[in-house]
């Protein structure tokens, strides 16, 4: 055996260590505790075993206090670790992309699952979420794609974003009464997850929190939810029914869009609104009632429910086929002068402002604030925002085109990620760095003029916009084909950042 200090080997009968002195109570405590092929660590600081393809099953050392950030990241040979209860603190993406680890356990002391921490283990079927574990970070266990169960523990009140996303084995979830908010994406494309109990706890779903959960068929929602936000159940095309209860106040745009199984919907008295695309392309839907508390529907709301024969409004029933019957009903309620356009504006329209087509004008980019917007075309972005933070229009697939004011000096990681249908973009003179992934999949996108003050370009800012024919930037053109060119002209290195 090693010694678990020192490394140094030590025969079985060995009272003490040669090397360092380590008691020999101490190594026998911890040769009983270690299997026999295990390798000891004394120590995981940060990117220390980054990449290191011959460990396969580990032991952290007691004593040891923290994992670094991406201390194991792209060990794809490992397949077992032991975290001691000296440990308290584990960093970001430590284990990230563990391809073939399969069990760990989690000390008692251990009080965050930090970002990214286990995202892409692919071959991880459990975990053990401790009861000391008060936060669950963003993407911890994304793309953990073998996770069947999940059990929240009592003592986490806190589920970042995206931290179940893309765990297409799960199909069982079990969130404690402690949480109070399910965060945007949180268990988005779980396709094999059939059914879901939200506590009472929660009164907040967040954008996107179920999304694509194909095989999800009933969803119970507490009576403390006040938000079911943007796209929270988008594509759940075997939910059959839900009911909204008395205390949710808003619904946003498209959260039950393409549920296609979605027989009916009971939807509180406490509902003012109903957004864009709330239940559009829901083909099963036959029958609804809408409150009288119901003042705003917007005019494609129910596009292509064919099948709605029953939406009852104030004691008369419209169908599919008088939809806008029901519009024109709601917007003569007494309480809004009309049925809400798609085209309502954030702000008002500047000179920059397409003057031939609707727009619409937004005051703010924030993070993730218009991510997922359907309702987003041509947009301008009002004179005084000074960036357009990480993920702020990220999978808006509709919009087309996008101004930008000379206020702006940065644009952040993943802005613009996946806006398929955005295809040309102007940035202003006050530009100065472009994020990593800002523009990544914008399929459509064939030019984009880069001005002079653009200093930075982050990694993979432009990955998969094959359409990309003309890229102006300091008197050059660039394309799709020579983007490595163009980043190492403006970094000035070949170093991306």
Known sequence: MNCPKCKAEISDDARFCSICGKPAEE?????????SNATVLNSAGEEEYKGITDLVDVVIADGVTEIGESAFE??????????????????WNAFSECTSLTSINISNSVTEIGHGVFKGCTSLTSINIPNSVTAIGESAFSEC????????????TYIDNSAFYGCTSLTSVTISNSVTEIFRSTFEGCTSLTSIIIPDSVTEIGVGAFEGCTSLTSATISNSMTKIGRSAFRGCENLISISIPDSVTEIGDS???DCKSLTSVTISNSVTKIDVWTFNGCTSLTSINIPDSVTEISRNAFDGCTNLKNAAYKGKTYSYDNIDELYSAVSNSGNNASTFDDTVKDGAATDNAPSDENVIVLNSAGWYEHQKRNDLVNVVIADGVTKIAPNAFQSCTCLTSITIPNSVTRIWFRAFEGCTSLTSVNLPDSATRIGAYAFKDCTSLTSINLPDSVTEIGESAFDGC??????????????YDNIDELYRAVNNNDNLK
């Open 145 to 156: 794609t073998s996770l069947t169960s999940i059990i929240i523990p009592d003592s986490a």
């Open 27 to 35: 190594l026998n405590e911890t040769k009983d505790n270690i299997p």
């Open 74 to 91: 792209s060990c794809t040979n490992l397949t077992s670790i032991s975290i001691p209860n000296s440990v308290t603190n584990i960093g």
């Open 255 to 257: 959260a039950f869009k």
């Open 466 to 479: 094959a359409s990309l024919k003309n890229i102006t930037c300091k008197g050059k053109t660039y394309s």
